[in-house]
């Protein structure tokens, strides 16, 4: 007879987001000892991308905006997703589920990246790869790869509130996309993959042994799978186990252009049969690439959440109904029965036993509350003076950044406030009041699109007075000096700022000063992709100067609306 130390260790071990046929028991009493589920998740929603169809139905995406590297967990009847966040601060942004479809934004694990003082500049393209967030002995575990410094791990027993510090659990070059681990016996392993940018390889995957806390690696790892000839740059596993089989899904390929692997085994070093899983087929979803395995809580029905990059508008995330064919998974719709699937584009909701409201992640910005909304983040570990919000003004200030040493365009600028984009077509219109700094000239406010190619429309301080300003970067990560093209002296420091959206990318800005008829200015900018990102939009204020008191601009509020004809003059 088994002892009740080893049923416990099992159970537990169980509760790590790994799909077993005896998973729902296990996870609901271990649910009534530690974790206490969620409301579901309820707010505003998107005016320019929903994914619930309201008759049953979804269409993918689920979230249309840029969640690259999606990883998700269920608890209970809660999911739990995070993904890449690169350089951006806040990072690790964690989203809230009850039935796959309908997504918010709870909280994020990551106020700052480490080590901090390098991370105070912007490291484009750095930082948090392909991160795993599993649920484990009553706590939330994310772990990550950053290619320079090694593999974190944070965690936490509420992933709402606050994280612990991140824990350094492998140091070295060129570690990623690391997943963890742990067996029913109570060992913890660890699988991730490598970069070879920094690495010098690619196309491997290893598994190290950790202590039971999950807080270090105990050897030097073993190579699992080598896909140099039939799947390059195999690369994002996520670890789990079903029915005696370890399992190992992994995407190969590239990004745009790849497929989804599935690797098994009954020993966890293998060796690993293999098999395609998931690929674009017929359809428009290029590259499915690299995600989730997740459950409904009775463990009837199986999905898939991927990511499909879309060049300006990021990774975005797409949800993939899934089934279990002779041991192996069989992702999205398979016609012809090779076990092989390719995408959906609509399918009928999962069947979590309830229907739930929808929602959406968090875009438009009314700044009424007491801090600043879930779906801002910064280009690098902020400080404390860059932005205020004023709950009693429903506003949000923005001091003036002094531009960094050695600037050569906005690329090096930490302050910009941005947000992902949040479909293919949208409007955003803020209204801005500057006020600089008297003894200062070319102080700067205003709105902009932040990609490798950039576009802002500011106000802008000389000593005449403040004037209108529209600004274009190309190839920005070249340092490659933008250009302003003055387009006369403003009346009041009040103006209304907005960027039209449209298919491609193409972002056409236009300004106000009465709040109802806006003017276009400039060419329109075609966005392009920053470093492994989508093109954002937000705020930003900067100044050329040192001083002991900044300008500052006062925002009332970001709305993020459908596009539609312009009340325009020329």
């Not at 969620?38 to 139905?57: F, H, M, N, Q, Y």
């Not at 080590?115 to 912007?122: G, I």
């Not at 940018?197 to 270090?216: D, F, H, Q, W």
């Amino acid at each position: 007879m088994l002892s009740k130390k080893y049923l416990t260790l099992s159970l537990l071990a169980l509760l790590a987001c790994q799909s077993e046929k005896t998973r729902t028991e296990i996870a609901s009493a271990d649910k009534a000892q530690t974790w206490v589920s969620l409301p579901a998740p309820t707010g505003e929603v998107s005016k320019v991308w929903v994914a619930d169809l309201g008759d049953g139905r979804y269409k993918n995406p689920i979230i249309n905006a840029d969640y690259s590297d999606p990883d998700v967990c269920r608890v209970g009847d809660d999911y739990f997703m995070t993904s890449s966040s690169f350089n951006v601060v806040p990072g690790l942004q964690v989203l809230h589920s009850k039935d796959l479809v309908n997504w918010k934004i709870i909280g994020y694990a990551l106020d700052r990246l480490p080590p901090f003082e390098h991370f105070s500049r912007p490291q484009h393209g750095n930082g948090v790869w392909a991160p795993a967030i599993r649920y484990h002995k009553g706590e939330f575990y994310i772990y990550w790869g950053d290619p320079d410094f090694g593999i974190y791990m944070v965690k936490t027993k509420n992933p709402a509130g606050q994280w612990e510090a991140p824990v350094l659990v492998k140091e070295g070059k060129g570690l990623i996309d690391s997943c963890p681990f742990w067996d029913e016996d109570g060992q913890a392993y660890l699988v991730h993959g490598w970069a070879g940018s920094r690495a010098g390889i690619k196309s491997v995957l290893t598994i190290n042994r950790m202590n039971p806390e999950g807080t270090k690696v105990l050897d030097e790892g073993v190579m699992v799978f080598d896909g140099h000839d039939a799947h390059p740059t195999v690369e994002g596993p996520k670890f789990y186990k079903r029915s005696g089989y370890y399992y190992i899904f992994a995407p190969a390929g590239g990004v745009s252009t790849g497929w989804q692997l599935v690797l098994r085994s009954k020993n966890i070093y293998g060796p690993y049969e293999e098999k395609i899983v998931l690929d674009q087929g017929k359809t428009p979803i290029n590259g499915p690439h690299q995600g989730a395995w997740i459950d409904t809580p009775d463990g009837k029905e199986h999905w898939f959440i991927h990511f499909q990059d879309v060049e300006a508008y990021g990774r975005i995330v797409h949800l993939q109904p899934m089934k279990w064919v002779n041991g192996w998974p069989v992702i999205g719709e398979d016609a012809d029965g090779d076990g092989k699937g390719q995408p959906v584009l609509v399918h009928k909701k999962p069947n979590v036993g309830k229907t739930y409201p929808v929602v959406t992640p968090q875009d438009s910005d009314e700044f009424e509350g007491h801090r600043l909304g879930l779906q801002w983040q910064w280009h690098a570990n902020p400080k404390a003076t860059w932005a205020f919000v004023n709950p009693a003004q429903e506003q949000i200030r923005l001091f003036t950044e002094q531009l960094p040493e050695n600037y050569k365009n906005f690329w090096d600028i930490p302050n910009l406030l941005l947000q992902k984009f949040p479909a293919e077509q949208f409007t955003v219109i803020t209204k801005m009041k500057f006020t600089p700094n008297e003894k200062l000239v070319n102080e700067r406010a205003g709105l902009i699109v932040m990609s490798d190619s950039y576009a802002h429309l500011s106000l802008v301080s000389k000593k005449d007075g403040l004037y209108l300003a529209y600004t274009k970067g190309e190839k920005a990560e070249k340092g490659i000096p933008d250009k302003e093209e003055l387009l006369g002296k403003v009346k009041s420091n009040e103006i209304y700022f907005r960027v039209d959206v449209d298919k491609g990318a193409v972002c056409q800005f236009s300004y106000s000063e009465d709040g109802s008829q806006f003017k276009l200015v400039g060419t329109p900018l075609a966005a392009k992709p920053g470093k492994w990102i989508g093109a954002k939009v937000g705020l930003f204020a900067v100044r050329q100067d040192k001083i002991n008191d900044a300008g500052y601009a006062d925002f009332d509020w970001f709305r993020i609306n459908p596009l539609q004809a312009r009340n325009l003059n020329n």
